[in-house]
């Protein structure tokens, strides 16, 4: 602290304030720097099991000959539930999994989300393991429609067929329950929450069944109709609810199983053909961080993450020659290996980046991109702390320089010391270290709590209105900020100061919200820190205080204050995300919808990060901006 | 109610039998639904306590005499079990549950001291030598994990002076059930596992059970007249399954069946060469003893006398008109009880004996008696931080009422918060609590032990829950596997009323629960002494310097130069002195 | 009366929050008291409750692990109506609790004593806020909040210290021993404010009259009548629960750690890692630390002791074993008494902002480590560490700008230029 002391006595260099946006720019250039260079291969790892007891694809798999008559015959029982309504079909399900005398149990759910409702009903079997004491379980899912809507005809079939083939092993010392979902996000999140007692019983049923603590979920997605169809690779789906990931060596172990032992290719993050060249890696990253920055359900395990039981969905890709009973037996060995394991996941990473089903960063090597992005701000932050304790004590500071004549000779750098002098005069130091700090954190304060507003509405909307609430959020939000800053003229002309401490203190808030975002979400908090980066170089523009030559900016100010306000308008959040879906061609509507559902169902919180950090430190910002043409 | 008449008449001559002859065995196998087959092993040996007091042991093992006599207990219950009873499907538990324990070891003994302290250091030199006796960790039962029961376990033999006797009981839900246990527990057998019906335990089988538990009972039974007799009693009983079970040993895996020898269902629309929907088999499948237990019954153990109905050692217990082979050189005997849904055969000596039963297609099947109450317990809640644990038991009876005492046994480091517990029955609003015992943990010296005394209405559910804390563990404490999580004992339930026809009682268990803890780093050691120690010396540094020096004007230092860069720089490595300076004096 | 309609306004804004927080979140209560951060094995409330069941069902609460409170809050909220059905009576009281410590905080602020003792006078005394901004200051802090709302008993200790503070300062002798004695009582540390508050009495009231009293009979006085008071209730305590086995499982727990429970202080983790061999060793030197300020700070200070006693505070929210935010609320709002040393102080910006980050971070890593599962103890350990850092800052820099005032008035012709510690 000695150190800091003599550091801060040069706080007050005129020259140390030019320094911060420089250094702000760096941190942002380095931090997207940073990214791009995790492909390569001296950044990035190749994966590797650390857990020893799941020894990936040890086993010999018998999953084969007659098994694949029956798993046909199941898939056309399958084929002729699809009309029924889901009570029906699942009493059929459950009459064929309790022919196999495993115990079934079925669950109602009923969810209101933006005006819809969605309500379905997951039917579930228990096979107790004949050498397990009902302490673990293991689950397998089938979501009865897939993430496209398709049904699910091979994938429940194959669910069906394992739990027969399953039943006659005497070696699982876990529990194993079989669940057939009634659809792939809401059901999973459903059964999750009551096995886990935390559900809300007007909405959701409790579980008649239950067993030990899950250890692992794995969910088989293959939609292919009661004729089969051959796949060509398997697509691997990791993402949880609000970017959580699963443990890593579930992942590598799936990999490892299905290319390794399997001879079935791999591919994550929907990258079809992916030749390990820089670019695929860097494209498969970038999607992995998008889909992790938006934290919805991408399938029927991501709701199980949350529950700190790893998941992964094995998706069906393409046209090959690898058929269902390939898949059947890359489920068995997964199985058999979740079956080794003695502790619960615990090995490996849980915070990673891939960039193809065998390399991936660890967090230690990513994770400083999205801090030093997130640092930006709270370099600014202090910048501007200390330009505001400087600003109004310039003029005396001025003075006491060409006065007495002994210290004519001093050399220049005696000017930090004697402005130190100077500054602890106490009338002097009253003035300077006085900051007024009422209407800055007032007005940072109620800019954050604003943004519950929008959250309520968005989370509250009925679907048909929703394209009309978040076209007047468009627009309202354009404007507000203009007639804040005329408000704020009106009312009280802040001071230079002041306006430099609002902007001070929503940055150093948005800094810490990311630097706590990037621990938990790490690509949404480096995303938002991207899209808010222009933020720490908006200032409140003012005229030069008397005596001093007015500079360009000083000049032109208004012009200046404008044009920044247009651009800074680009950047609003409401807009961002319109510009995002007009990119990817989705409506914007679906994703409301989804983020409603997700805030109803799944606990997501993806929203309240963009209307509580991102969409405030962008108002503040645009209101100091504009509050430049007032002056 | 057939076969529960017949379960009754069995239990009831054995009873009677027991006191009678000096060594008696017995095994009673029942086909249970889906393909499951009960067998319970029992045998049973006397010995005049007179002669035990002189250690002359006839038919009692002497290595457990002598430890019951140096540890001067008087009674004695051991349990290993493994596995589930599916109450749902298989019904009432043998031996109304008086003869299982909760999944691992389980063991409670009636110890005679003076006090306190000195029945538990008798009860550390019994487990001690039990556990080297039966190659089992019963000796890390310790003060944790022992309770001294209120309501839960009467006596259950006739004791002369009740006052002098402490009862203590143990669990170690964690430990594994294996062969290294069957072997002693064979060996302590008159005939070991040589011949009678113990020569079919055979490891292999046995642990490959759906569900298996072995015990060991050692009770002293008096006459009217005042003479007692010492009764040990060793049980085993096992569900198999019986396709599992059939599988030859050098070929154990279930690869799957070539199409022809599956019967598909052809009146599916879709049934083809390729497709096949496999018909549900409704016929008992056929077994046979030397089959499912993949060695022949060799004969009677000639210890058993032959004179009484007590030698009819073999029962079975299936409908009349289940076809049964009997497959033996030698000479046997059958007797069937009245109703004849009991078939009990007298082996034959020195002769293998085998029971044969064809697959065969049933009208009438067993009526299994309906257990009293289902019992099952969760945990609720994620995180490791605190959740709740949640007990549902059910009572089937549209009739009666039922009265029962739950007993929970947790371990210190789970911290149950009592005035959260609530017990709810969905038919009536009143509290089924009737009485509570409770012992609350005291960190590293003993477990909760919690009992309460509930009654049930006819035709409901009770719910018991209860919030508990998880405590963080010094990082010596946890076991190598610590990201297991540790187990918390099966809750025991004894039912009051209806009361059993024996001394026995009626129980049943719940299975064990997964307690995950939170978990320190275990690398960190020297890094979280370093970090804290630097931390505070930062702190205590920092304040002290100020404390013991005094200021002076910068200009008035010499030495310190005219400032500016240099005078800077130099000041720095001035102040980097002087704080390592403090540094070594604080640390 | 100006002063007093500002008072009440801020106590009825002030209590209008809590209750508006105890109502509109009914889940709100139980969800903070179980948060690390904020109850402790020693303060959690849900610890009292059962407590509380095991009293009034006749079992000795301290014959088990759970509950290691002061025995006399236990016949105290034993006549409050059960609070899991009707918390309403308990939430007023934890209200009131915080209203009059709010007051007896404002008796300090209105004493003077802050700025203007009896051996000294700073020469910024005119720089101070007014009592209702520094009330404000208090019952507003979102850490007093926090602790109200999850009614961890820390808030009384916490109003027990402030009242000891103000009735020293107002050199009310018998109140201020009795108030310090409850505090001691209830969570021993705060012994060690003894001294410091007794030069504090002992200036109040030399100052009030003409000749200042014999310091040694005053000094021995007043030891006695703490040893009498602490005695008596200790012996209160031991009747009610019939046995003194509860002196082990409260000042027993709060002296050898057996409950290792993370809180936000730096004790847990370092004896959850310590090598058994050394356990016993390093509580005994941790205890010496914590108490080898008192003096040394009592010695240098002797001038302002009501400054000292701030900074005890402090060191307390930082180095005791179960240290919760209750106690850095409390040392947080005394230090505003200190208005006129702000300008003095180098790292405010940095000591703000650290602790605004570990406020943020802690939440987030414990999430992490108990929930998730994602991360490990270290995430959060790492967090304290920050915290404990930044409370120190604050500590220290607040001493060395008390020194730096010190002497200013001494040195008057030293006032403003650059100093050096020799």
Redesign the interface.
Same mark, same amino acid.
């Given at each position: 602290?000695?150190?800091l002391?003599?550091v801060l006595?040069l706080r007050r260099d005129p020259r140390i304030l030019k320094v911060p946006p420089y250094l702000s720019l760096l941190c942002i250039l380095g931090g997207i720097a940073w990214l791009l260079v995790l492909p390569l291969n001296e950044y990035s790892r190749s994966t590797y099991v650390s857990e020893n007891a799941l020894l990936p694809g040890q086993v010999h798999t018998?999953?084969?000959?007659?098994?694949?008559?029956?798993f046909?015959?199941?898939r056309?029982?399958v084929a002729s539930q699809v009309e029924k309504s889901p009570q029906e079909r699942n009493n059929h399900l459950g009459d064929i999994l309790r022919?196999n005398?495993l115990?079934v149990a079925t669950q109602n759910y009923e969810y209101h989300a933006s005006g819809r409702n969605i309500s379905n009903q997951n039917v579930y079997a228990v096979l107790?393991g004949?050498r397990?004491?009902?302490?673990?379980a293991i689950v397998l899912i089938a979501a009865w429609n897939n993430m496209a809507g398709e049904i699910n005809h091979s994938g429940v079939a194959l669910v069906l067929t394992l739990a027969?083939?399953f039943k006659?092993?005497?070696l699982w010392s876990k529990d194993i329950i079989f669940l057939i979902s009634g659809d792939s996000t809401s059901g999973p999140q459903a059964w999750v929450d009551a096995y886990?007692?935390?559900h809300s019983p007007d909405n959701v049923e409790s579980l008649s069944i239950?067993s030990?603590?899950l250890q692992g979920a794995v969910a088989v997605d293959y939609p292919a109709g009661?004729w089969g169809h051959r796949y060509d690779k398997l697509h691997i789906v990791y993402d949880g609810v609000n970017g959580q990931l699963p443990n890593l060596d579930l992942f590598n172990t799936a990999v490892n199983i299905a290319s390794g032992q399997m001879g079935i290719g791999c591919t994550l993050q929907r990258m079809w053909k992916h030749d390990d060249k820089y670019q695929d890696r860097l494209t498969t990253m970038l999607r992995g961080m998008i889909s992790q920055g938006l934290g919805h359900a991408s399938g029927p395990h991501s709701s199980f993450i949350p529950?700190?039981v790893d998941a992964i969905t094995l998706q069906t890709v393409g046209d090959g020659w690898h058929d269902e009973m390939s898949l059947g037996r890359t489920v068995e060995s997964l199985f058999r290996s979740l079956n080794n394991l003695?502790?619960?996941f615990?090995q490996s990473f849980f915070f990673y980046l891939l960039m193809q089903a065998n390399r991936f960063v660890s967090i230690g090597t990513y994770l400083p991109s999205a801090m030093v992005i997130a640092v930006n701000f709270s370099i600014t932050s202090i910048a501007l702390w200390v330009a505001s304790g400087r600003s109004t004590s310039m003029p005396k500071l001025a003075s006491p320089s060409k006065s007495p004549k002994d210290k004519k000779e001093?050399?220049p750098?005696?000017v930090v010391?004697r402005n130190g002098d100077i500054s602890i005069v106490p009338t002097a130091a009253i003035e300077i270290t006085e900051r007024p700090l009422f209407l800055p954190l007032a007005f940072v304060l109620s800019t954050h709590f604003l943004g519950l507003l929008p959250l309520y509405i968005f989370n509250n909307t009925p679907k048909p209105s929703l394209f009309l609430a978040y076209s007047l959020a468009m627009s309202m939000t354009s404007v507000l900020p203009f007639l804040t800053a005329a408000l704020l003229h009106i009312l009280r002309g802040p001071t230079e100061q002041e306006t430099t401490l609002i902007q001070c203190f929503s940055l150093l808030f948005l800094g810490m919200f990311l630097a706590a975002l990037a621990t938990l979400n790490f690509s949404l908090s480096f995303l938002v820190g991207i899209a808010a980066s222009p933020l720490s170089f908006v200032r409140g523009l003012y005229p030069a205080p008397k005596g001093e030559v007015e500079g360009f900016a000083t000049r032109n100010r208004g012009a200046i204050s404008v044009v920044g306000s247009l651009l800074l308008a680009a950047l609003n959040p409401v807009i961002v995300i319109k510009v995002a879906t007009l990119y990817w061609g989705i409506d914007v509507v679906d994703i409301l919808v989804k983020a409603a559902e997700g805030w109803h169902v799944w606990g997501l919180w993806t929203q309240v990060v963009v209307w509580l950090a991102w969409w405030p430190a962008w108002f503040a910002g645009s209101v100091v901006m504009w509050s430049g043409l007032f002056t | 109610m057939l076969s529960f008449l017949a379960l009754l008449l069995f239990n009831a001559f054995i009873a009677s039998a027991s006191a009678s002859s000096d060594y008696s065995e017995h095994l009673l196998l029942r086909p249970l639904p889906?393909?499951a087959l009960l067998a319970s092993f029992n045998f049973r040996s006397n010995e005049s306590s007179t002669a035990f007091e002189q250690q002359n042991f006839r038919y009692f093992p002497r290595s457990l005499g002598q430890i019951l006599q140096h540890a001067g207990t008087k009674e004695l219950h051991l349990r290993f079990s493994?596995?589930?009873w599916?109450a749902?499907n298989w019904g009432q538990r043998p031996w109304n549950g008086a003869r299982e324990g909760g999944?691992?070891v389980e063991l409670w003994a009636w110890v005679e001291a003076q006090n306190e302290e000195e029945a538990f250091a008798r009860w550390l030199t019994l487990t001690n030598a039990l556990s080297g006796l039966f190659c089992a960790s019963l000796n890390f039962i310790d003060a944790t994990k022992t309770i001294r029961p209120v309501m839960s376990f009467p006596p259950e033999g006739d004791h002369q002076n009740p006052s002098q006797l402490h009862l203590l009981h143990g669990t170690l839900?964690h430990e594994v059930v294996c062969t290294e246990n069957l072997t002693p527990f064979l060996k302590l057998l008159p005939c070991k596992g040589k011949a009678g019906i113990s020569s079919l335990l055979d490891g292999h089988k046995l642990f490959?059970?759906?569900w298996q538990t072995m015990a060991v009972d050692v009770r002293p039974v008096c006459e009217e007249d005042g003479e007692c007799t010492l009764e040990t009693e060793q049980t085993v009983d096992m569900v198999l399954?019986i396709?599992?079970s059939k599988r030859p040993r050098d070929n154990?895996?279930?690869?799957?069946?070539?199409?022809e020898e599956?019967e598909?269902?052809t009146s599916?629309?879709?049934?083809a060469q390729?497709?096949?929907?496999?018909i549900?088999k409704t016929s008992e499948p056929a077994f046979s003893l030397s089959g499912i237990y993949g060695r022949s019954l060799k004969g009677a153990c000639p210890l058993t006398d032959e004179s009484s109905e007590n030698s009819y050692t073999v029962c079975i217990n299936t409908p009349p008109e289940r076809i049964i082979h009997v497959n033996t050189t030698g000479q046997y005997a059958e007797s069937t009880s009245e109703n004849h849904a009991m078939r009990c055969y007298k082996l034959p000596v020195g002769a293998d004996f085998d029971l044969v039963l064809p697959e065969q297609q049933m009208t009438t099947r067993l009526v299994l008696a309906q257990p009293p109450l289902y019992a099952?317990r969760?945990?609720?809640?994620?995180?490791?931080?605190?959740g709740?644990v949640?007990a549902v038991i059910t009572n089937p009876s549209s009739t009666d009422a039922v009265e029962f005492v739950y007993l929970e046994s947790l371990p210190?480091f789970m911290?149950p918060?009592?005035?959260?517990l609530q017990a709810r029955v969905n038919s009536s609003p009143e509290n089924p609590i009737r009485e509570t015992y409770?012992?609350?943990?005291?960190?590293?010296q003993r477990g909760t032990h919690l009992e309460l005394r509930m009654v049930i209405p006819a035709a409901s559910t009770l719910t018991l829950t209860y919030d508990f804390?998880k405590?963080?563990?010094?990082?010596?404490e946890y076991p190598p596997?610590?990201?297991?999580?540790f187990?918390a004992a099966p809750a025991i339930i004894r039912l009051i009323s209806p009361e059993s026809l024996d001394k026995k009682g009626i129980y049943l268990r719940t299975?064990?629960?997964?307690l995950?803890l939170?978990?320190?780093?275990f690398s960190?050691?020297y890094n979280?002494?370093i970090?804290?120690s630097t931390?505070?010396a930062?702190?205590?540094g920092?304040?002290?310097?100020?404390?013991v020096?005094?200021?002076?004007?910068?200009?008035e230092?010499q030495g310190?130069g005219?400032?500016?860069?240099k005078g800077?720089i130099r000041?720095?490595v001035e102040?980097?002195k002087?704080?390592f300076l403090t540094k070594k004096k604080t640390a | 009366m100006l002063i007093d309609r500002q008072k009440a306004l801020l106590f009825a804004a002030a209590a209008a929050v809590r209750l508006l927080l105890f109502t509109a979140f009914p889940s709100l209560p139980s969800l903070l008291a179980?948060r690390?951060e904020v109850s402790t094995p020693v303060t959690s409330f849900?610890r009292l409750?059962?407590g509380?069941?095991?009293y009034t069902h006749d079992?000795s609460p301290y014959?088990?692990?759970?509950y290691h409170q002061a025995p006399l809050l236990l016949p105290l909220f034993s006549l409050l109506p059960n609070t899991?059905y009707y918390p309403f009576a308990t939430n007023l009281v934890y209200i009131a609790v915080d209203l009059l410590g709010a007051n007896a905080l404002m008796q300090i602020a209105e004493s003077g004593q802050s700025a203007t003792t009896r051996l000294f006078k700073s020469s910024r005394n005119d720089l101070r806020w007014s009592s209702v901004a520094i009330g404000a200051g208090f019952l507003f802090n979102p850490f007093t909040v926090a602790t109200c709302i999850a009614r961890s008993t820390s808030a009384l200790a916490n109003l027990f210290i402030l009242m000891a503070m103000a009735k020293a300062s107002q050199g009310a002798s018998i109140t201020f021993v009795f108030a310090l004695s409850i505090a001691a009582y209830l969570s021993m540390h705060p012994l060690l404010l003894f001294p410091p508050l007794l030069i504090l009495c002992y200036d109040a009231r030399a100052t009030r009259s003409r000749q200042a009293p014999n310091a040694f009979t005053f000094t021995a006085i007043y030891a006695l009548g703490l040893v009498v008071s602490l005695g008596s209730l200790l012996y209160i305590s031991s009747v009610l629960t019939s046995s003194w086995e509860f002196l082990a499982s409260t000042y027993g727990v709060r002296l050898l750690l057996?409950?290792?429970?993370?809180n936000v202080g730096?004790w847990?983790?370092?004896?959850?890692?310590?090598?058994?061999s050394f356990r016993e060793f390093f509580l005994g030197v941790f205890w010496v630390?914590v108490a080898?300020?008192m003096p040394?700070?009592t010695i #240098?200070l002797r001038k302002q002791p009501l400054f000292v006693a701030t900074t005890l505070t402090g060191i307390f929210a &930082?180095?005791t074993p179960y240290p919760s935010i209750a106690d850095a609320a409390l040392y947080l709002s005394l230090v505003p008494l200190f208005r006129h040393l702000f300008p003095l102080m180098r790292y405010t910006f940095l000591a703000s902002s650290t602790i605004l980050y570990a406020s943020f971070l802690g939440p987030a890593f414990y999430y992490l480590?108990?929930?998730a599962?994602s991360g490990?103890?270290?995430f959060f350990?790492a967090i304290t560490?920050v915290w404990?850092?930044g409370l120190?800052v604050v500590?220290?820099d607040s001493?060395?700008a008390a020194? #730096?005032d010190e002497?200013d008035v001494e040195r008057p012709e030293?006032r403003g230029?650059?100093?050096?510690? &020799?």
């Amino acid at each position: 602290m000695a150190l800091l002391s003599t550091v801060l006595a040069l706080r007050r260099d005129p020259r140390i304030l030019k320094v911060p946006p420089y250094l702000s720019l760096l941190c942002i250039l380095g931090g997207i720097a940073w990214l791009l260079v995790l492909p390569l291969n001296e950044y990035s790892r190749s994966t590797y099991v650390s857990e020893n007891a799941l020894l990936p694809g040890q086993v010999h798999t018998y999953f084969t000959g007659s098994e694949h008559n029956i798993f046909r015959a199941y898939r056309h029982e399958v084929a002729s539930q699809v009309e029924k309504s889901p009570q029906e079909r699942n009493n059929h399900l459950g009459d064929i999994l309790r022919s196999n005398n495993l115990r079934v149990a079925t669950q109602n759910y009923e969810y209101h989300a933006s005006g819809r409702n969605i309500s379905n009903q997951n039917v579930y079997a228990v096979l107790q393991g004949p050498r397990a004491d009902a302490t673990e379980a293991i689950v397998l899912i089938a979501a009865w429609n897939n993430m496209a809507g398709e049904i699910n005809h091979s994938g429940v079939a194959l669910v069906l067929t394992l739990a027969r083939y399953f039943k006659r092993w005497s070696l699982w010392s876990k529990d194993i329950i079989f669940l057939i979902s009634g659809d792939s996000t809401s059901g999973p999140q459903a059964w999750v929450d009551a096995y886990h007692d935390s559900h809300s019983p007007d909405n959701v049923e409790s579980l008649s069944i239950k067993s030990g603590a899950l250890q692992g979920a794995v969910a088989v997605d293959y939609p292919a109709g009661p004729w089969g169809h051959r796949y060509d690779k398997l697509h691997i789906v990791y993402d949880g609810v609000n970017g959580q990931l699963p443990n890593l060596d579930l992942f590598n172990t799936a990999v490892n199983i299905a290319s390794g032992q399997m001879g079935i290719g791999c591919t994550l993050q929907r990258m079809w053909k992916h030749d390990d060249k820089y670019q695929d890696r860097l494209t498969t990253m970038l999607r992995g961080m998008i889909s992790q920055g938006l934290g919805h359900a991408s399938g029927p395990h991501s709701s199980f993450i949350p529950y700190h039981v790893d998941a992964i969905t094995l998706q069906t890709v393409g046209d090959g020659w690898h058929d269902e009973m390939s898949l059947g037996r890359t489920v068995e060995s997964l199985f058999r290996s979740l079956n080794n394991l003695l502790e619960h996941f615990h090995q490996s990473f849980f915070f990673y980046l891939l960039m193809q089903a065998n390399r991936f960063v660890s967090i230690g090597t990513y994770l400083p991109s999205a801090m030093v992005i997130a640092v930006n701000f709270s370099i600014t932050s202090i910048a501007l702390w200390v330009a505001s304790g400087r600003s109004t004590s310039m003029p005396k500071l001025a003075s006491p320089s060409k006065s007495p004549k002994d210290k004519k000779e001093n050399p220049p750098t005696t000017v930090v010391r004697r402005n130190g002098d100077i500054s602890i005069v106490p009338t002097a130091a009253i003035e300077i270290t006085e900051r007024p700090l009422f209407l800055p954190l007032a007005f940072v304060l109620s800019t954050h709590f604003l943004g519950l507003l929008p959250l309520y509405i968005f989370n509250n909307t009925p679907k048909p209105s929703l394209f009309l609430a978040y076209s007047l959020a468009m627009s309202m939000t354009s404007v507000l900020p203009f007639l804040t800053a005329a408000l704020l003229h009106i009312l009280r002309g802040p001071t230079e100061q002041e306006t430099t401490l609002i902007q001070c203190f929503s940055l150093l808030f948005l800094g810490m919200f990311l630097a706590a975002l990037a621990t938990l979400n790490f690509s949404l908090s480096f995303l938002v820190g991207i899209a808010a980066s222009p933020l720490s170089f908006v200032r409140g523009l003012y005229p030069a205080p008397k005596g001093e030559v007015e500079g360009f900016a000083t000049r032109n100010r208004g012009a200046i204050s404008v044009v920044g306000s247009l651009l800074l308008a680009a950047l609003n959040p409401v807009i961002v995300i319109k510009v995002a879906t007009l990119y990817w061609g989705i409506d914007v509507v679906d994703i409301l919808v989804k983020a409603a559902e997700g805030w109803h169902v799944w606990g997501l919180w993806t929203q309240v990060v963009v209307w509580l950090a991102w969409w405030p430190a962008w108002f503040a910002g645009s209101v100091v901006m504009w509050s430049g043409l007032f002056t | 109610m057939l076969s529960f008449l017949a379960l009754l008449l069995f239990n009831a001559f054995i009873a009677s039998a027991s006191a009678s002859s000096d060594y008696s065995e017995h095994l009673l196998l029942r086909p249970l639904p889906q393909k499951a087959l009960l067998a319970s092993f029992n045998f049973r040996s006397n010995e005049s306590s007179t002669a035990f007091e002189q250690q002359n042991f006839r038919y009692f093992p002497r290595s457990l005499g002598q430890i019951l006599q140096h540890a001067g207990t008087k009674e004695l219950h051991l349990r290993f079990s493994l596995g589930r009873w599916d109450a749902e499907n298989w019904g009432q538990r043998p031996w109304n549950g008086a003869r299982e324990g909760g999944t691992g070891v389980e063991l409670w003994a009636w110890v005679e001291a003076q006090n306190e302290e000195e029945a538990f250091a008798r009860w550390l030199t019994l487990t001690n030598a039990l556990s080297g006796l039966f190659c089992a960790s019963l000796n890390f039962i310790d003060a944790t994990k022992t309770i001294r029961p209120v309501m839960s376990f009467p006596p259950e033999g006739d004791h002369q002076n009740p006052s002098q006797l402490h009862l203590l009981h143990g669990t170690l839900p964690h430990e594994v059930v294996c062969t290294e246990n069957l072997t002693p527990f064979l060996k302590l057998l008159p005939c070991k596992g040589k011949a009678g019906i113990s020569s079919l335990l055979d490891g292999h089988k046995l642990f490959d059970a759906s569900w298996q538990t072995m015990a060991v009972d050692v009770r002293p039974v008096c006459e009217e007249d005042g003479e007692c007799t010492l009764e040990t009693e060793q049980t085993v009983d096992m569900v198999l399954d019986i396709d599992r079970s059939k599988r030859p040993r050098d070929n154990p895996i279930p690869r799957p069946l070539p199409i022809e020898e599956i019967e598909c269902d052809t009146s599916k629309g879709y049934s083809a060469q390729d497709t096949c929907y496999p018909i549900h088999k409704t016929s008992e499948p056929a077994f046979s003893l030397s089959g499912i237990y993949g060695r022949s019954l060799k004969g009677a153990c000639p210890l058993t006398d032959e004179s009484s109905e007590n030698s009819y050692t073999v029962c079975i217990n299936t409908p009349p008109e289940r076809i049964i082979h009997v497959n033996t050189t030698g000479q046997y005997a059958e007797s069937t009880s009245e109703n004849h849904a009991m078939r009990c055969y007298k082996l034959p000596v020195g002769a293998d004996f085998d029971l044969v039963l064809p697959e065969q297609q049933m009208t009438t099947r067993l009526v299994l008696a309906q257990p009293p109450l289902y019992a099952a317990r969760h945990i609720n809640g994620h995180g490791q931080e605190h959740g709740s644990v949640q007990a549902v038991i059910t009572n089937p009876s549209s009739t009666d009422a039922v009265e029962f005492v739950y007993l929970e046994s947790l371990p210190w480091f789970m911290k149950p918060y009592i005035h959260t517990l609530q017990a709810r029955v969905n038919s009536s609003p009143e509290n089924p609590i009737r009485e509570t015992y409770y012992r609350p943990a005291v960190d590293r010296q003993r477990g909760t032990h919690l009992e309460l005394r509930m009654v049930i209405p006819a035709a409901s559910t009770l719910t018991l829950t209860y919030d508990f804390e998880k405590a963080i563990l010094r990082y010596t404490e946890y076991p190598p596997d610590a990201n297991r999580g540790f187990d918390a004992a099966p809750a025991i339930i004894r039912l009051i009323s209806p009361e059993s026809l024996d001394k026995k009682g009626i129980y049943l268990r719940t299975t064990s629960l997964l307690l995950p803890l939170p978990t320190p780093d275990f690398s960190m050691p020297y890094n979280v002494i370093i970090l804290t120690s630097t931390v505070i010396a930062l702190g205590f540094g920092n304040i002290f310097n100020l404390l013991v020096r005094r200021f002076v004007g910068a200009d008035e230092v010499q030495g310190m130069g005219p400032g500016g860069l240099k005078g800077i720089i130099r000041g720095k490595v001035e102040r980097l002195k002087a704080r390592f300076l403090t540094k070594k004096k604080t640390a | 009366m100006l002063i007093d309609r500002q008072k009440a306004l801020l106590f009825a804004a002030a209590a209008a929050v809590r209750l508006l927080l105890f109502t509109a979140f009914p889940s709100l209560p139980s969800l903070l008291a179980g948060r690390v951060e904020v109850s402790t094995p020693v303060t959690s409330f849900k610890r009292l409750q059962e407590g509380l069941f095991l009293y009034t069902h006749d079992v000795s609460p301290y014959d088990g692990g759970v509950y290691h409170q002061a025995p006399l809050l236990l016949p105290l909220f034993s006549l409050l109506p059960n609070t899991s059905y009707y918390p309403f009576a308990t939430n007023l009281v934890y209200i009131a609790v915080d209203l009059l410590g709010a007051n007896a905080l404002m008796q300090i602020a209105e004493s003077g004593q802050s700025a203007t003792t009896r051996l000294f006078k700073s020469s910024r005394n005119d720089l101070r806020w007014s009592s209702v901004a520094i009330g404000a200051g208090f019952l507003f802090n979102p850490f007093t909040v926090a602790t109200c709302i999850a009614r961890s008993t820390s808030a009384l200790a916490n109003l027990f210290i402030l009242m000891a503070m103000a009735k020293a300062s107002q050199g009310a002798s018998i109140t201020f021993v009795f108030a310090l004695s409850i505090a001691a009582y209830l969570s021993m540390h705060p012994l060690l404010l003894f001294p410091p508050l007794l030069i504090l009495c002992y200036d109040a009231r030399a100052t009030r009259s003409r000749q200042a009293p014999n310091a040694f009979t005053f000094t021995a006085i007043y030891a006695l009548g703490l040893v009498v008071s602490l005695g008596s209730l200790l012996y209160i305590s031991s009747v009610l629960t019939s046995s003194w086995e509860f002196l082990a499982s409260t000042y027993g727990v709060r002296l050898l750690l057996p409950d290792l429970t993370p809180n936000v202080g730096l004790w847990w983790y370092f004896f959850t890692e310590m090598f058994d061999s050394f356990r016993e060793f390093f509580l005994g030197v941790f205890w010496v630390h914590v108490a080898s300020y008192m003096p040394g700070l009592t010695i #240098r200070l002797r001038k302002q002791p009501l400054f000292v006693a701030t900074t005890l505070t402090g060191i307390f929210a &930082i180095f005791t074993p179960y240290p919760s935010i209750a106690d850095a609320a409390l040392y947080l709002s005394l230090v505003p008494l200190f208005r006129h040393l702000f300008p003095l102080m180098r790292y405010t910006f940095l000591a703000s902002s650290t602790i605004l980050y570990a406020s943020f971070l802690g939440p987030a890593f414990y999430y992490l480590w108990i929930y998730a599962g994602s991360g490990n103890a270290n995430f959060f350990y790492a967090i304290t560490l920050v915290w404990s850092l930044g409370l120190s800052v604050v500590v220290g820099d607040s001493l060395y700008a008390a020194l #730096r005032d010190e002497l200013d008035v001494e040195r008057p012709e030293l006032r403003g230029k650059e100093v050096k510690r &020799i």
